[in-house]
């Protein structure tokens, strides 16, 4: 989607002309340097341009209910240093952000052996699909598909008797904000509408790929996904992965190096379902988004950006926030492939 003022490419050329000699390259020595506060206030200005476009997430009645104008956006530095716009530190929910630090959690604790369970390929059909899954034999695509979640929560769940006060937990760690929590009302809200969670959980226990009770699998998914949090707050949660798998200021190493690469190629190829594609030919991040209407995308070695706004496109992904991301992204020079 183009603003009808410029679009990206023309933005980056005429209105970040003035700050070029501030900004510098996006590699990691500079990226901290840039000017956050221009490129932030610039592409919440145009984005405003698809402020009406898409639709909640209906759905899930509870979601229903959100303000569907709010647009927030936040950009975390590996030095510590977070830079805002918008709605920033307005919480929303997660939704399916939460299958990121369920894999990175699952990752940590399985190791290899998790990817005899579920596979690592993009998907041409909605993240909800159960038609892959049927053909082939209850193996999901890959893990941020909703029956790829639900394998790795159940894998997560023969090893952590509360999954979810151990998500909550850990993003606690990750953010620094000690009364980060999961949405009552969201979550049963969500679990009395997840019949195609429980249709899939169902049909990979049928082809021996579900160990755990299936009530307690969607249980525990439909918790992770009820989380709520900022933009200020996921971006900085997702700082590990910027950062080869090690916690900033001292934090625990969560994931390897190796581990790492291969969630952020995950997030690129996969993270927001069958858009990846242009996702990574638009913006260049490895990126994952959820129903709450929030993006997060990971710069490697250089930072992470969180933007949000509720309205959804057809697939899912925010309509607002993915532009957000586009523009800044252009503006900045952040693509993985420049």
């Known amino acids: 989607m183009k603003s009808p003022e410029l679009d990206p490419l023309q933005w980056q050329s005429a209105v970040m002309g003035n700050v070029a000699g501030r900004a510098g390259s996006a590699r990691a ?4 340097a840039q000017p956050w506060a221009e490129i932030l206030r610039r592409a919440a200005h145009l984005s405003e341009a698809c402020r009406q476009e898409g639709e909640l997430a209906s759905y899930i009645p509870a979601l229903a209910q959100v303000d569907p104008d ?25 939704q399916s952000i939460s299958k990121l630090f369920l894999l990175a959690l ?3 604790s399985h190791g290899e052996c998790l990817w005899e369970r579920v596979g690592q ?4 059909n909605p993240f909800n699909s159960l038609i892959e899954l049927e053909l082939e034999r209850g193996i999901p695509r890959n893990p941020f598909l909703n029956p790829g979640a639900l394998v790795v929560t159940d894998a997560l769940l023969s090893r952590h008797t509360h999954l979810e006060s151990a998500m909550v937990a850990l993003l606690r760690e990750l953010t620094g904000s000690g009364d980060l929590n999961y949405d009552s009302e969201v979550f049963h809200s969500e679990l009395r509408y997840a019949s195609r969670h429980f249709a899939a959980a169902h049909l990979m226990q049928s082809h021996g790929n579900m160990v755990n009770a299936v009530d307690d699998v969607v249980t525990a998914y ?7 949090a900022s933009c200020v707050e996921l971006a900085r949660a997702a700082l590990f992965l910027a950062n080869g798998g090690n916690g900033i200021g001292g934090g625990r190493q969560l994931l ?7 969630i952020c190629a995950l997030m690129l190829t996969t993270g927001t379902y069958e858009h990846s594609g242009k996702t990574a030919f638009a913006i260049g991040l490895p990126a994952k988004s959820g129903v709450g209407g929030g993006v997060l995308a990971v710069l490697p070695g250089r930072g992470s950006i969180c933007a949000w706004s509720p309205r ?5 992904n925010s309509v607002r926030a993915m532009m957000a991301l586009e523009l800044v992204s252009n503006a900045a020079g952040l693509s993985v492939f420049a």
């Open 29 to 32: 020595g500079d990226f901290a």
């Open 70 to 94: 709010q647009f927030g956006m936040a950009v975390a530095t590996l030095d510590g240093a977070v830079h805002t716009v918008g709605h920033s530190a307005t919480r929303f929910s997660i």
């Open 106 to 108: 699952a990752y940590r």
């Open 121 to 124: 390929s993009p998907s041409t």
């Open 222 to 228: 439909c918790a992770s996904c009820a989380i709520e």
């Open 256 to 262: 390897t190096a190796q581990q790492t690469q291969r």
């Open 312 to 316: 959804l496109d057809a697939r899912g």
